[in-house]
């Protein structure tokens, strides 16, 4: 059983649109963090959110941690074929971290 | 800096042998972390350790042992391979937890036939 369900699992979309990628739980985090991950190497941090209802932009990206810590999203704008990975958020408790299952984005040109 | 390495980068291992996966960081981070990884899907936590001399179990510990001499090195070792362990696995470091980034290895991986 997955602490962190994500959805979707597969993403397939034409560049230039726009795209939300979910992470839910049931449980509290301390924080959650979203990484992306490339084939063949591990996964690279892209932020993390550690207030309840705490939102963070990083250029086309747009995070957002639920108000109650149980859950955040992921929205791109605009997509383009370079954010093209393995997208994974893990949620921090008690010195460990759990990850979701990951979305499976592709951007076609 | 060289980040975090891990060796080998790839291991085929017969059922019931013992192998050990090295991982070393030299960003004087205290926290140490192993996942595995199972294909298509996210990142389950093996074992963790907080400084040298103090490891924890994570979500999935069984068949796996840690020991963390030192703050560079946290090896994992297999005992008595199972198919079930193949996977390709990655160690992480951090200098503490929850908040801060953690830095990933570029990952062993692992058959068992």
């Known amino acids: 059983t997955q602490l962190l369900e994500q959805s979707p699992q597969f993403l397939s979309i034409q560049e230039g649109e726009n795209l939300t990628v979910y992470c839910n739980s049931s449980?509290?985090?301390?924080?959650l963090q979203w990484y992306r991950q490339e084939p063949g190497e591990g996964p690279v941090l892209l932020v993390t959110?550690?207030?309840?209802?705490e939102v963070k932009k990083l250029k086309r990206l747009t995070f957002q941690f639920g108000d109650a810590r149980k859950d955040s999203s992921l929205h791109i704008t605009a997509a383009q074929p370079g954010d093209t990975g393995l997208y994974l958020c893990?949620?921090?408790?008690?010195?460990?971290?759990?990850f979701g299952s990951g979305t499976k984005l592709n951007v076609k040109p | 800096n060289a980040g975090v390495t891990q060796t080998p980068k790839f291991r085929i291992l017969k059922i019931g042998q013992s192998m050990t996966l090295q991982c070393a960081q030299d960003?004087?981070?205290?926290?140490m972390y192993w996942y595995r990884q199972d294909p298509g899907m996210g990142l389950k936590l093996i074992y963790y350790?907080?400084?040298?001399?103090?490891?924890d179990k994570g979500e999935v510990p069984n068949g796996y042992n840690v020991s963390r001499s030192t703050t560079e090195d946290f090896p994992l070792r297999l005992e008595l391979a199972a198919p079930s362990q193949t996977s390709v696995y990655f160690c992480?470091?951090?200098?503490?937890?929850?908040?801060?980034?953690?830095?990933f290895g570029p990952g062993t991986r692992l058959t068992v036939l």
């Open positions: 992480a470091s951090s200098y503490s937890a929850l908040t801060d980034t953690q830095y």
């Open positions: 449980s509290v985090f301390s924080s």
């Open positions: 959110v550690v207030t309840g209802g």
């Open positions: 893990a949620g921090a408790r008690f010195n460990k971290f759990y």
């Open positions: 960003m004087n981070h205290n926290y």
């Open positions: 350790s907080v400084g040298a001399g103090i490891t």
